[in-house]
């Protein structure tokens, strides 16, 4: 049926328990039509974030879901129908459509991507993965050649790029993440010095040997205990840029937040600053050039792992709390 919308639907919100593909439904509605100023989208490459999840929680930088509603989400959506004269049918645009074929939105929201192969790096390292590994690492972290940073969820989206783009900046660069076969990635692939894995146990004993001369830069995207043990490694005048908490999201909310808050912040002298990859939009075009660059002088490799059907995006984003993906996750459409 050529007008037909499959969409996802968030059909209960997870009470304190974890996210299942039965939390979601598939239905399927009307495409719709764009009116003044709108333009008609279909879907190409779902964006799954951790994010997803933590909006599940409440409003957060954008606000609650809602049980019913077809499941929030990016994409990278291609122009079907235009009533805007700054977008024609064919152009890529990234948007907040939602989980499903076609959506209508305000144009005026909306930006041309530039054409590139493969397409799938407008949602991963030229997308809000490379930005906020970007502008997290550079703007908030300011690590100096030399210096050690660690970085957690170190296989994921972000973290990936974040390690490579230290190394790139002549830092020691240690990943956290879970398993021996993320680790061994990242050293033998990605460059990485050294990788602890947090699922293996006594994380500060594996970190104190990883890192020697302790952590002047901490990319924090899990908050949690992995936080915490960095925390008590931090040198004097260290910076922590919060990025995320993947720990958090998924389950029963934690007993208490992480020890050595704040006297440790006071002791050491750290700062921490939390952002949100849109706070720099300003200075996208820079990020991008300079990512362009890694990139085609080979010294960032984009990792990305696309999962095809639409269909399957509800048990994909369950996977990837799981931790089974490594770079950039995504979903394809058509
Ligand atoms: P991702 O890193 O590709 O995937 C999430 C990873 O988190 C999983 O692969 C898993 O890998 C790890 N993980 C899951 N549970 C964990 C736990 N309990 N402890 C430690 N690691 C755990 O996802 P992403 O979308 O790129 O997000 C990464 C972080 O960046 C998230 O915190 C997200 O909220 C944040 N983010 C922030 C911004 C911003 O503007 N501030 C923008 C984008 C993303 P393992 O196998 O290693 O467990």
Redesign the pocket.
């Known amino acids: 049926m050529p007008d037909a919308n499959r969409q996802i639907v968030l059909d209960q919100l997870p009470q304190g328990d974890r996210l299942t593909a039965q939390h979601f439904r598939l239905t399927q509605g009307e495409r719709p039509s764009p009116g003044e100023g709108e333009v008609l989208l279909r879907t190409r490459y779902i964006s799954l974030?951790?994010?997803n999840r933590?909006w599940m929680q409440g409003a957060t930088y954008r606000s609650a879901l809602n049980a019913g509603q077809v499941m929030a989400g990016g994409s990278l959506s291609e122009v079907v129908e235009s009533n805007a004269s700054h977008l024609a049918p064919g152009d890529l645009v990234f948007a907040d459509t939602g989980w499903q074929d076609y959506a209508v939105l305000p144009a005026k929201r909306l930006a041309k991507l530039p054409a590139l192969e493969p397409v799938t790096h407008l949602l991963s390292i030229y997308g809000?993965?490379g930005l906020?590994a970007y502008f997290?690492l550079l703007e908030c972290g300011k690590p100096k050649a030399g210096e050690t940073v660690v970085v957690?969820?170190?296989?994921?989206?972000?973290?990936s790029i974040v390690g490579q783009i230290a190394k790139i900046k002549g830092c020691r660069v240690v990943g956290?993440?879970?398993?021996e076969a993320?680790g061994r990635w990242l050293t033998d692939d990605l460059g990485f010095d050294a990788a602890v894995d947090?699922?293996a146990g006594d994380l500060r004993r594996q970190l104190k040997e990883a890192c020697p001369d302790g952590i002047d830069v901490y990319f924090d995207?899990?908050g949690?205990p992995?936080f915490e043990t960095c925390l008590f490694a931090m040198n004097n005048f260290g910076r922590i840029a919060c990025?995320?908490?993947?720990?958090q999201y998924?389950g029963a909310a934690p007993p208490h937040g992480p020890r050595g808050i704040p006297g440790l912040i006071v002791t050491k002298r750290l700062t921490l600053r939390g952002?949100?990859?849109?706070d720099f939009e300003a200075q996208r075009e820079r990020a991008l050039k300079d990512l362009a660059g890694w990139v085609a002088d080979g010294r960032l490799k984009v990792q990305e792992d696309v999962i095809e059907g639409l269909e399957n995006t509800p048990a994909a984003l369950v996977g990837?709390?799981?931790?089974?993906?490594r770079?950039?996750?995504m979903v394809k459409v058509r």
Not at 152 to 159: F, K, T, W
Not at 243 to 247: D, E, L, M, T
């Open positions: 974030d951790a994010a933590a809000i993965a906020t997290g957690s969820a170190a296989a994921g989206a972000v973290g956290v993440a879970g398993g993320k947090y699922k995207n899990t949690g992995v990025c995320g908490a993947v720990s998924d952002f949100v990859v849109m990837l709390l799981a931790g089974e993906n770079g950039k996750r």
